[in-house]
């Protein structure tokens, strides 16, 4: 009796292990089969996991920076002008702050975002860190009110930024970043504080414009292949400018 209690003990004790090696297995493939979602791609919410964008990835979206980002503020200005024809057609009554800020950089002046975005040579991408008028370290640095001017992007801190390793992703951030330097160009109130809210405004509303152009909910994956998000956005602001002009007044 006694060996046929050992016998069974034993073998209760294997298909526990059993179990257990089957529960850990499960988990395993299921997080090794986890998809990008939404919340992945604009890098929020994930913890600063450090798993960061690759070099590669930073030099293919610098590469064609210029024309995304162009298109992208020429969709903006379209929502300024559809806001202004039809007032509370667009998101940005609710923002009326974002909107004059988005207002003074793309009206048709002789110093525009358009032409700032235009002169040469003037995104500087290097290694170490950017300095901003502290000295504090930081991802990307411009000069207020000095259009035309260089700024500043640091691979390094992009790179260690809380963003995943996917190219939409490394592509929105920077773009979104990039307008928020822009931003400084153009807005200088006095106090640092306020100019500071008033850019990340800009860059927040440009991420998650893009991000609904990828056409995908929380938990759906994106396509690597989603390669037109910037021109919808333009085609989508282009549409909502028309629409206003031809009918005046239509969203109060």
């Not at 004059?100 to 358009?114: C, E, G, I, P």
């Not at 930081?138 to 801190?157: P, R």
């Amino acid at each position: 009796m006694r060996r046929s209690n050992s016998v069974y003990s034993y073998l209760k004790f294997l298909s526990s292990a059993l179990c257990l090696l089957i529960l850990v297995s499960a988990c395993e493939k299921r997080n090794s089969e986890r998809t990008t979602t939404q919340r992945d791609a604009t890098g929020k919410g994930n913890g600063g996991s450090g798993i960061g964008t690759s070099q590669a990835e930073i030099d293919r979206v610098f590469a064609n920076l210029k024309p995304k980002l162009k298109l992208t503020f020429e969709a903006l200005g379209y929502l300024v002008r559809a806001e202004k024809a039809s007032p509370k057609s667009t998101e940005l009554a609710a923002l009326p702050g974002l909107q004059k800020t988005l207002a003074l950089m793309t009206d048709a002046q002789a110093s525009n975002v358009f032409t700032d975005v235009d002169t040469a040579d003037n995104l500087s991408l290097q290694e170490a860190p950017c300095r901003d008028f502290r000295g504090t370290s930081k991802a990307a640095a411009a000069v207020l009110l000095e259009v035309g001017g260089k700024i500043c992007f640091s691979s390094k801190m992009i790179r260690a930024a809380s963003v995943k390793n996917f190219d939409k992703a490394a592509e929105i951030f920077i773009v979104a970043l990039a307008a928020h330097e822009f931003t400084h160009h153009f807005i200088s109130t006095g106090d640092h504080v306020k100019d500071e809210k008033l850019a990340v405004e800009v860059q927040n509303f440009v991420e998650q414009q893009l991000i609904r152009r990828l056409e995908v909910s929380a938990k759906d994956v994106i396509s690597i292949d989603d390669s037109d998000y910037i021109a919808r956005f333009y085609q989508y602001a282009l549409d909502i400018f028309t629409s206003a002009v031809e009918q005046p007044g239509r969203g109060e």
